[in-house]
């Protein structure tokens, strides 16, 4: 027997390869591949709606899980974050420019968060995400809430679903 790590990749070679039909049975199949892919183009309106829709179920899943707690949200460190979050889909986002974005809340704040990148299948899914991170059982009284929602569309109703969500707490 021949152990595949020790193939040639020499298909005419019969010790590694045994051909599927004989030469005297070749059914000449054709390809099942369509000769031309047809990609449909992603609804723009629709993609805000869901970001603003899913935003607004986290928020509001965030304070459920806090129900024993005030929960507090952050508005300028989400207007920072959101902005951070093309460019993180990009590819564009250094580490230095990540920092110099914060730098101005990390002045005033501890900041603890990141962002989580998944591809949209429901809603479910990217709750159990948010939850999975434990962001929630933040107990401090003085701890305040980031969380924003970015979604970058591509043909064919393929979405990438950027969230940030962190704490921010006071510096004394």
Avoid at 144 to 162: G, K, M, Q
């Amino acid at each position: 027997a021949v152990v595949s790590t020790q193939s040639t990749g020499n298909f005419n070679n019969n010790r590694s390869w045994k051909p599927f039909f004989s030469a005297k049975e070749n059914p000449r199949l054709s390809t099942v591949q369509v000769s031309r892919l047809e990609y449909i183009e992603t609804n723009q309106s629709a993609i805000q709606i869901l970001e603003n829709n899913l935003e607004k179920m986290l928020m509001d899943k965030i304070m459920e899980w806090r129900e024993r707690h005030v929960t507090r949200w952050n508005r300028h460190c989400r207007v920072i974050m959101r902005q951070l979050l093309p460019q993180l889909e990009a590819g564009s986002l250094s580490e230095e420019d990540q920092m110099s974005a914060i730098s101005e809340i990390m002045n005033s704040y501890h900041v603890t968060g990141f962002p989580i990148n998944m591809r949209y299948s429901d809603a479910n899914t990217i709750i159990e995400s948010v939850y999975s991170t434990n962001v929630h059982v933040a107990e401090d009284t003085s701890v305040e809430f980031a969380l924003t929602v970015y979604i970058h569309p591509y043909p064919n109703n393929v979405l990438s679903v950027w969230i940030y969500v962190g704490t921010l707490t006071k510096k004394y």
